[in-house]
């Protein structure tokens, strides 16, 4: 699968936040999620592995007891099962991938 990239596609997640099904394969979705500063995604856990690095801006994860400040060039990685949230400091840019792949945040198979 090969996608072109284009601003098309982005859907809102919450406030504040809009999330791009990108690619994905039979195990690995790749995404790309754009933060407006002060956007606040709640803690949350979720089955799926989740990978991420920071294009641009900055980002505040919190979850589990910890709260780490993520600058252009940081990556992650939660687990499985694993609390995280985030709150954008800045506009932020991210690309994530997911596995198995995220059913919730792929396009209608008309989209596709």
């Given at each position: 699968m090969i996608n072109k990239a284009t601003e098309a596609?982005?859907?809102k997640m919450i406030d504040g936040v809009r999330l791009k099904s990108l690619v994905h394969g039979k195990a690995t979705h790749l995404t790309e999620v754009r933060f407006i500063k002060g956007a606040e995604v709640p803690e949350h856990q979720h089955p799926?592995?989740?990978t991420g690095y920071l294009i641009s801006g900055?980002?505040?994860f919190f979850g589990g007891g910890e709260?780490?400040?993520v600058r252009p060039g940081d990556c992650w990685s939660f687990a499985s099962g694993v609390p995280h949230g985030?709150?954008?400091l800045e506009d932020s840019v991210i690309i994530e991938v997911f596995s198995p792949i995220r059913e919730d945040y792929l396009p209608e198979a008309g989209e596709r």
């Open positions: 596609g982005f859907n799926h592995e989740q900055s980002l505040r709260d780490t400040v985030a709150e954008a």
